[in-house]
């Protein structure tokens, strides 16, 4: 059974710092990994899918990572901004395609 | 383009009562999923279609949820009869699946069920 972790659960950094975000999971014969992002009140928004081909994915200052033999993916925000302040979730599949396991997500704050 | 459009918002009831919350998924996509979120045990998947069909729903806690799909615009959630641990976040996405390629998976605003 597919489990996945993130570490931290919540961590707090100044305006301008580049960070990074770690997801674990366990079963590792999986097709694709995806993060989220959740503001207060809202649905989640995908921001990177990394198929198992890929060993990346690039949207603007993120960057998201997959290595599938030691059951990681990690996100990597470059020069935070107050903006970037939300939960992020990474999903990996339970087998395969579908159905998503979500982590509990890392509570992000970027302090101006 | 119309996200994924989820009513109510918000539903306040009382325990027993029955609570039905609708989905309706973004035009094209073929796969949707209803989710529940809660503080204790985050986003946990309760039921997921895959051109209208019911492909996984060991997720769903027990006899009183349904979800239906009766064609590819519309689905339902349904608690009958509700009780108060019920209470919870219900999110409903949807995808495009074909074959091994996956597109993301595309949320709506959910709805913040509460039964007192």
């Known amino acids: 059974k597919q489990e996945v972790t993130q570490i931290p659960a919540a961590l707090s950094v100044p305006e301008g710092e580049n960070l990074v975000l770690n997801c674990s999971f366990t079963?590792?014969?999986?097709?694709?990994l995806q993060w989220f992002r959740q503001d207060p009140g809202k649905g989640l928004t995908s921001l990177l899918l990394i198929q198992s081909s890929q060993r990346e994915q690039t949207s603007g200052r993120l960057n998201a990572s997959l290595d599938k033999s030691s059951g990681r993916s990690t996100l990597y925000i470059a020069a935070s901004q107050p903006g970037d302040s939300a939960t992020y979730l990474c999903?990996?599949?339970?087998?395969?395609?579908?159905?998503?396991?979500f982590g509990k997500g890392t509570r992000l704050s970027v302090i101006a | 383009d119309a996200g994924v459009i989820q009513s109510p918002r918000h539903e306040v009831t009382e325990m027993g009562q029955e609570v039905t919350l609708r989905c309706k998924p973004i035009s094209g996509h073929n796969s949707l999923f209803w989710y529940r979120q809660t503080m204790m045990r985050g986003l946990e998947l309760l039921i997921y279609f895959n051109n209208n069909v019911p492909i996984d729903d060991s997720g769903m806690p027990e006899d009183r949820f349904s979800a239906k799909m009766p064609n590819a615009s519309f689905s339902t959630l349904k608690i009958q009869p509700s009780e108060p641990r019920d209470s919870a976040v219900y999110f409903c996405a949807s995808s495009l699946m074909s074959g091994p390629q996956v597109q993301p998976q595309h949320f709506g605003d959910g709805t913040r069920l509460s039964i007192l």
């Open positions: 079963d590792s014969a999986i097709y694709n």
């Open positions: 999903a990996a599949p339970s087998s395969g395609n579908t159905p998503l396991v």
